[in-house]
């Protein structure tokens, strides 16, 4: 019992922090139809400056300023590359992000190293919040549920009561009817793609001293943040957020489950004999290969409901 | 029932709330060369997606010489002897444009999905290609990329295209959209020619073309039928003058 | 129309040839050994040539963009591995020469399954699938000790003593001379393919989905036969890679080896048959020579990757393809001064760039590792301001510089592609 409910409060962690990746990327992806591969990297480059300027000058300002050096590196990118290759169509937004990754993975090994940083979570929020079931839960995990959600409020706020959320809401679900009605789509795509990586550098902020900080860690999120795009659909954030939390949970039970499908089904009376690939897929704890189940259930979805769970429009 | 190329029973087409086909009762006799006119918006070329089964009927049935088609895959559609062609050129701009008319001509001469075939040894398939070119006069342009091309050459090739497969049941959407006057008899010449002996089905908004081709006309207003039949006869309905003239008429 | 094809198949019979006697200019006399560096990294074009020719079905040919198409090449490298062992033992009396075969049957039968998947649904949502399927399988590839072997993969002994031509393969030039061998076969298969009608149907399909729709064809069916069919070749692919190699792991499979047949293909030209092939050259000389002179050769590639993506989507081949109508009608000589014009500032904002990325890695990660930058015998202190300031004024007044040459050099084109006849098609 006690484990469920860590995992509950640690799944819902985990599925907030991934929420904060992936609103950014359904935000871009919804309205510009570009799939962002670079958008793990940005998560990766805003844990790199939060660890170097919370050296420099704090925690807490490192809070506010790398998630906007993010945005500005965003901003710089959509409009300087992004812009030019729009018109050789989809494909080639996406290859050009693709290009970034390497870019971007490369040179932050360069200027900060192969290994991984320091990034500690700052003294002032070392503490336990609370005892639960003889298990602390850490000060640090209850802020990063706060700034999470203080995040949702904020981007629910900015869409829903102000006149350039309007906008947007309307280009994410039909972005040449905005166009055609006069608003400036381009600039609207510049902080739509500026304001995607501000929230993926936050997260990165949030969650690079609650993951490490290496330069793998672009690499580990990227994919599961894709399928939690995919998985909540297009142009829908609640969608999004659904599928976040809803990652987050497997993802962290799975890691406690150590049953096997084999015993799922022993109760049938059903044993296997052989030692072959089929018997080891069966007896495989799904500890072992929750990492598989994600992607097994974003190919599920886009076979049967491609356009996710809230999606308004066909990926 | 079988003289029948296409009939349209109470076909309505709604997108959400928003209806753009109202119970359209549509027959197109075999043979015949039948153009359907009417305002923009009127929903002409949701009537074409409709039969060619780019788009889902709402309600109502479509048979294509007897047999249902309603609901029916666009290919499998085509395969049952209906071809058409778009409002804005759809091609293959990468290929040659005798490719383009080559693959035109794969499925209807049993080349299917082979690889092991090779085309450049397929006499009778690339003389048929060679000869549909002549008939496009695109002889001089066979290795141009079709993305190349000048528009009225994109539009005789679009019509090509659409004719290659030997199709019975011919759909031309605004064949001669943005054509000159010149480019507009060469078309005219050239569907007259490519349709003998086949039905054709057009939507057109030059009235020249419309009158000087069509054996029948429809006319479609806010996604209903307000007049069907021989041209003279459309063309002294009231109901036709008022919907393109308005309110002029009756003053 | 023939000038064309005699002079293709000319250069195609050149590059058989320098592939045949490479080997040869690298021997050593004295040793009577050929070079093991190049054997080794000409094996691995040939690998990479057949991965990023089978990859180009897709993307080129068929407008799909996959993820995944390294799982077909590592699932044939890891079914080739059981076939050698089970060769090896006696309980499959193929040769050798016939071994790839099977490797291309495995990945035929796994492009099956997963092309039936992937191509119910278009686009975005295609290429999503063929994500999730390559996550899936590297997943399983570290987890599953059946057929792959875990995180410590499979391996074989490839000297199975069946041979057609009697030959033992214990040489590494014996094993690239069967590369070599697969390469040709594979490639005059692919080629052939683009010529039936199915290869022209694929064509269609990417360029125009719906039109081939009304020519009777489902274009669904026509890309579900064109993935199968790239998964056969990948599946040689990574036989060959068995055979070489001895031991297959998870590497075989995994993103970054289907991001490699990515990059080989674009660069080297997805428009044209033999794009690809040249791309896998180039990266594969770029991966074994530039990473041995530098850490940072991603960067180049990346920065490469995404000028071309930028600047120039048809890859090298299209660059060079698109002089054609030019050469033809002889006016090359008038682009001689425009090009030079460009390269000089080019090359300087290169060697400004390269200098400054240099630093950069030595700064940090060379460091680490105790390594100086040694430049033309000259050992550079990374910490001083000099050269840090001359490779700034070299990338970005080199960059100025180029930018106003290219946009004469752009006028010079302009001029020169009005004159000439419309170009013919690629295809």
Same mark, same amino acid.
């Given at each position: ?315 | ?17 928003? /209806? ?5 009762? !549509? ?5 015949? @060369?039948?153009?359907? $006119? =009417?305002?923009?918006? *009127? ?97 001089? /342009? ?5 993305? !190349? ?5 994109? @539009?005789?090739?679009? $019509? =090509?295209?659409?004719? *290659? ?87 | ?427």
């Amino acid at each position: 019992m006690e484990i469920v409910l860590v995992s509950l409060l640690n799944g819902l962690v985990y599925g907030m922090l991934l929420f904060m990746l992936a609103s950014g990327l359904t935000l871009i992806f919804s309205m510009m139809g570009v799939l962002n591969f670079a958008h793990a990297s940005i998560y990766m480059i805003g844990a790199y400056l939060a660890f170097t300027v919370s050296r420099l000058i704090g925690f807490f300002p490192a809070l506010i300023v790398a998630p906007i050096l993010c945005g500005l590196l965003g901003a710089a990118i959509e409009v300087w590359g992004l812009r030019r290759v729009h018109s050789n169509g989809h494909i080639a937004e996406l290859l050009f992000t693709f290009g970034l990754v390497f870019i971007i993975q490369r040179s932050v090994q360069m200027i900060w190293g192969m290994l991984p940083m320091a990034y500690r979570v700052p003294p002032s929020l070392e503490f336990s919040l609370f005892t639960f079931y003889g298990e602390h839960f850490p000060a640090y995990r209850g802020f990063m549920l706060l700034v999470s959600a203080g995040m949702l409020l904020a981007l629910w706020l900015l869409l829903k009561k102000t006149r350039v959320g309007m906008v947007i809401r309307a280009a994410l679900t039909h972005p040449q009817m905005a166009s055609a009605l006069g608003h400036n789509v381009p600039m609207v795509f510049t902080i739509v793609f500026a304001g995607g990586c501000m929230l993926a550098g936050l997260a990165g902020v949030i969650g690079g001293n609650y993951q490490t900080t290496e330069p793998g860690m672009a690499d580990a999120m990227g994919p599961i943040v894709f399928v939690v795009v995919v998985f909540g659909g297009l142009g829908s954030l609640l969608g999004c957020f659904i599928a976040s939390i809803l990652m987050g949970m497997i993802q962290t039970f799975a890691v406690v489950i150590n049953y096997s499908m084999l015993d799922l089904l022993k109760p049938l009376g059903v044993t296997l004999s052989d030692s072959n690939l089929f018997t080891e897929i069966m007896m495989m704890p799904v500890a072992r290969i929750g990492a598989l189940l994600p992607f097994v259930m974003m190919i599920v979805i886009l076979l049967f409901r491609p356009r996710g769970l809230l999606g308004t429009r066909d990926t | 029932m079988t003289d029948l190329a296409l009939r349209l029973t109470d076909v309505s087409k709604a997108f959400g709330l928003t /209806r753009i086909i109202s119970g359209v009762n !549509l027959d197109v006799a075999k043979g015949e @060369r039948h153009a359907i $006119i =009417g305002p923009n918006g *009127a929903g002409k070329t949701t009537l074409f997606n409709l039969i060619s089964g780019r788009f889902l009927v709402s309600s109502g049935e479509i048979r294509l010489n007897g047999e249902r088609i309603d609901g029916l895959p666009p290919h499998k559609i085509n395969r049952m002897g209906l071809s058409r062609s778009f409002q804005i050129t759809s091609i293959y701009p990468k290929l040659s444009v005798f490719e383009n008319l080559r693959c035109a001509l794969l499925w209807s001469m049993g080349y299917y999905y082979s690889f092991w075939t090779p085309l450049w040894i397929q006499r009778g398939l690339n003389e048929r290609t060679d000869k549909i070119l002549e008939d496009l006069n695109l002889t001089a /342009r066979r290795h141009t990329a079709a993305g !190349l091309l000048p528009y009225a050459d994109q @539009r005789a090739l679009e $019509i =090509g295209m659409t004719i *290659a497969g030997g199709a019975s049941v011919i759909l031309l959407d605004e064949p001669t959209a943005g054509m000159s006057n010149t480019e507009t008899d060469n078309a005219m010449e050239l569907i007259r020619r490519v349709s003998k002996g086949k039905t054709l089905l057009m939507v057109e908004h030059d009235m020249k073309v419309v009158f000087d081709l069509a054996d029948v006309i429809t006319v479609l207003v806010y996604g209903r039928v307000i007049a069907s039949g021989p041209p003279h006869e459309v063309r002294a309905n009231a109901a036709v003058q008022e919907a393109y003239l308005g309110a002029l008429v009756a003053a | 129309m023939s000038g064309t094809r005699s002079t293709q198949s000319a250069i195609w019979t050149v590059a058989l040839l320098v592939a045949m006697l490479m080997p040869w200019l690298f021997y050593n006399y004295h040793t009577g050994r050929h070079s093991g560096f190049v054997v080794s990294m000409l094996s691995q074009m040939g690998m990479m040539s057949i991965l990023a020719l089978s990859y180009n079905m897709l993307l080129g040919q068929a407008g799909l963009f996959s993820f995944c198409h390294a799982t077909f090449f590592g699932v044939g490298g890891y079914a080739t591995i059981h076939f050698l062992n089970m060769a090896g033992d006696g309980g499959l009396p193929v040769p050798m020469e016939l071994i790839p075969i099977l490797s291309g049957l495995s990945g035929l039968g796994l492009a099956i399954v997963f092309g039936y998947m992937a191509t119910k649904q278009r686009a975005t949502a295609f290429a999503m699938i063929t994500l999730g399927i390559g996550e899936l399988m590297t997943t399983a590839a570290l987890s599953f000790h059946h057929f792959f072997g875990g995180e410590g993969g499979v391996n074989a002994n490839r000297m199975i003593g069946h041979s057609l031509f009697g030959l033992k393969y214990a040489s590494a030039v014996q094993v690239y001379y069967l590369i070599l061998a697969w390469v040709v076969l594979a490639t005059l298969a692919m080629f052939f393919l683009t010529q039936t009608p199915l290869g022209r149907m694929a064509n269609a399909t990417r360029d125009n989905f719906e039109r081939a729709q009304f020519m009777g064809y489902d274009p669904r069916m026509v890309r579900f036969l064109q993935f199968a069919l790239s998964g056969f070749f990948a599946g040689i692919g990574g036989g060959l890679y068995a055979i070489t190699y001895e031991i297959v792991t998870f590497d075989a499979l995994a993103a970054p080896l289907s991001a490699n047949a990515l990059l080989m293909a674009y660069i080297g030209g997805s428009a044209v048959f033999g794009g690809p092939l040249l791309g896998a050259v180039l990266i594969t000389l770029l991966q074994s020579g530039v990473s041995l002179l530098s850490n940072s050769w991603l960067v180049y590639v990346g920065v490469l990757f995404i000028t071309m993506v930028m600047f120039a989507p048809n890859g090298i081949m299209g660059l060079v393809l698109a002089h054609r109508p030019v050469a033809r009608a002889g006016l090359m000589g008038q682009l001689a001064l425009p090009y030079l014009r460009v390269i000089l500032p080019g090359l300087l904002m290169v060697l400004g760039f390269v200098g400054l990325v240099e630093l950069t890695s030595f700064l940090t990660i060379g460091a680490a590792q105790g390594r100086t930058l040694v430049l033309f015998g000259n050992r550079i202190d990374v910490h001083a301001l000099l050269p840090w300031l001359i490779s700034a004024v070299l990338l970005f007044g080199g960059g100025f510089w180029f930018r106003v040459e290219a946009r004469a050099f752009h006028r010079v084109w302009e001029r020169l592609m009005a004159e000439v006849a419309p170009a013919r098609a690629l295809a």
